[in-house]
């Protein structure tokens, strides 16, 4: 009897262990096995029938992933798992890798083109837009709060041009930030943010505020950029 419980515990660890590689790293299907009829895609079952296909296919040549639903293949859209965002698909319909700006957030993706999580369950958002200032919502996940995160009043803001992120020059050079540091609190945090003074009023564009935050651990101190993006309409 023990023998049979422990070959039974031993098989169920290996189930779950199968099951949650599936889970992480979606089964690829090469797209030369599936036939394309009608502009959709199909896959042949083992009784020999056509099924529309829904699922991962990847390119051997190019190694890029797309995504079928139905048998049709999606673009321009996320992929989520219980709510929660995971892959994005591209105009091209293949799946983001890297750092990729969507609607004016920059994400990146890993290798396989799964959405890269913020490590410190850290959420940063904007509000209350206007061309001299606004509203960071920084919310800070309930799973954090054995840490103490720490911000101080200096922030700077960057423009989306010519493809890519490029710092806004200062109206005036003798800028003083004031020697403060603030706690966040376990949830939302709302902050205002007025540039008119640093940077004028911005035009037509979109921009990034960048703050730093610090992670306190076990008197342990270490520094991260987060960034709020926002746009000017």
Known sequence: MKIYNDTAGKLLSAFLALLLVLILFP????????????????????NGNLKLYTGWTIKVKSNKRFYYKN???????????????Q????????????KVTIAGTEYEFDQSGKLIQDEWNIKV??????????????????????????????FTIEE????????????????????IAYVFNVGKNENVYQWENLYGVLPEGR????????KRTDNKLEDKIYYAYFTIS
Do not use: H, M
């Not at 919310?139 to 200096?154: A, K, L, M, Q």
């Not at 989306?160 to 020697?179: F, G, H, M, T, V």
């Open 125 to 154: 958002e904007t509000a209350n837009i206007s061309k001299t200032g606004l509203t960071v919502i920084t919310t800070i996940s309930e799973d954090s709060y054995n840490d103490e995160f720490i911000y101080g009043v200096p």
């Open 87 to 98: 892959y994005y698909l591209t105009n091209d319909g293949y799946a983001a890798i890297g």
């Open 160 to 179: 989306y041009s010519e493809n890519k992120w490029q710092p806004l020059p200062l109206k005036r050079d003798d800028i003083l930030w004031a020697d």
């Open 27 to 46: 089964v690829n299907i090469s797209a030369a096995t599936l036939t394309e009829k009608n502009g959709l895609k199909y896959i042949e079952q083992e």
């Open 207 to 214: 921009y990034r505020i960048c703050k730093e935050i610090s």
């Open 71 to 85: 048998g049709k293949k999606l673009s321009n859209c996320w992929l989520a798992q219980n709510g929660v965002k």
